[in-house]
């Protein structure tokens, strides 16, 4: 017997979500009007959003890093942010070397190989296809070491850092940024070759509100105050003193949001049969043709495979408890 031999390979469009769940409330593809699908539509976008407010959905997690500006205060989070797990001051050693420039890159050559383990580079011009990071040993053959996709550019005129993959080990003398078949225009490219990470606590809005110097400089220890409010924004204290250092964040964002009925949804392939059960059962408190019995056994459906599907949302970690029990002294 034999297997297709792929995996994950299958997709699964957004209008198949919407076409199963109309059809397990019990209308069928010829009674789908405009008018319910667009209600459908509606109701995933909206189940999208409850799904963040459940809890952490693994595949949403990711990693920011954001540069420190001297002096500065607050910094905001990207778009979708809902919090921020873990946060890292980061101090770095930069090398520099004979920078150039053409219409498609922006090169830097060093006075002997070294392994880069992060880049940060300021755009005045972004390309209009993905960035690549590369690196050469003759400045003839480029190997590349990161693709950057034109989703993630910074801003124009904004210093913005990303990590560099580890195909370069033994170092390099020639590193770049290229864009194959577009122009760009680079003012810098800095290269990283040191990082040392230091933990970073959240404070209280209590704690925080009670210092009573919030603008105090210095190499913060640092401690940061995460505000959860329409465009998200974190506080640090005490503020830095330089415009070298960055954080690093692991943040948890929002799902991407509903495209066209021809994109994929951006959900792993296991959490789909729970998405289309509670997206039909969405769709009983909102049409009416749904028989009464019928969202009966729905709803208890979506009951179902969502706690199945839920409680496989682990990464395994294991999980360590320090009870600190002492003795007792009057």
Excluded at 186 to 212: C, F, G, H, W
């Amino acid at each position: 017997m034999t297997t297709s031999g792929t995996i994950g390979a299958t997709t699964v469009e957004t209008r198949k979500v919407l076409e199963h769940a109309i059809r397990r409330v019990g209308i069928s593809a010829t009674a789908q009007t405009p008018e319910i699908v667009g209600i459908a539509l509606d109701n995933l976008y909206l189940l999208m959003l409850n799904l963040a407010a459940r809890g952490i959905n693994l595949w949403t997690v990711d990693k920011q890093i954001i540069p420190v500006v001297a002096g500065q205060v607050v910094y905001p989070m990207p778009a979708g942010t809902i919090d921020i797990l873990n946060m890292a001051y980061a101090t770095c050693t930069y090398v520099t070397g004979t920078n150039g420039a053409s219409a498609t890159t922006y090169q830097v050559q060093l006075s002997s190989p070294t392994a880069i383990v992060r880049v940060g580079f300021t755009l005045t011009a972004l390309p209009i296809s993905d960035l690549l990071v590369q690196s050469s040993s003759d400045g003839v053959t480029w190997t590349t070491t990161t693709t950057i996709d034109t989703t993630l550019f910074p801003a124009v005129n904004q210093l913005a850092y990303f990590d560099v993959g580890t195909s370069n080990a033994n170092g390099a003398t020639y590193w770049r940024l290229y864009a194959s078949g577009a122009t760009f225009t680079a003012t810098q490219l800095l290269l990283i070759n040191k990082i040392s990470e230091l933990p970073v606590p959240q404070m209280n809005r209590d704690d925080y509100s009670a210092l009573p110097n919030k603008y105090i400089q210095g190499r913060p220890s640092v401690n940061f105050y995460y505000e959860k409010l329409v465009n998200p924004q974190f506080s640090v204290w005490p503020v830095s003193n330089n415009s070298t250092d960055m954080l690093v964040i692991w943040r948890y964002r929002q799902i991407q949001d509903i495209g066209n009925l021809s994109e994929t949804m951006e959900i792993p392939a296991r959490w789909y049969e729970a998405i289309i059960w509670q997206l039909a059962a969405r769709l009983c408190y909102e049409l009416p043709q749904v028989d009464a019995a019928k969202a009966q056994r729905v709803m208890g459906e979506a009951d179902k495979w969502l706690s199945v599907t839920e409680g496989g949302e682990t990464d395994g970690s294991p999980i360590y408890f320090t009870p600190g029990i002492g003795v007792y002294n009057r």
